[in-house]
């Protein structure tokens, strides 16, 4: 099996340290980032796929965007780290920008789906 080839099982996309005690705080970080285009957060749009959280602190975030052309690819990362590196407590942040699994509109909050009309 090539490395390329996904483990049956195996989730597309890694959980989140959700039991750690900033995770709520850097959630909400990564709600105050929205795509210009969307009138909606990264989060709820469901391009944050995992937070990961270590014991000193630092902060991993792996996300897609709507699309590989979205103008603002090279910027949103920064956005995001900005955001998150605001949270109290914060010692690193660290923005993974990952086109596997590929977004999809199944991927939004319910919320985001109200805001947008699909629902």
Known sequence: MSQTEQL??????QPSSTDHAL???VVE?????YDPEIPVN???LGLVYTILIDDENAVKVIM??????CPVAGEMPGWVADAVSSVPGVKQVDVDLVWEPPWGMDMMSDEARLELGFM
Request: overall charge negative.
């Open 23 to 25: 995770h709520v705080d």
């Open 64 to 69: 897609t965007l709507t699309a590989p052309g």
């Open 29 to 33: 970080a990564c709600r105050s980032v």
């Open 42 to 44: 990264i989060f709820d």
């Open 8 to 13: 049956e099982g195996t989730p597309l996309i």
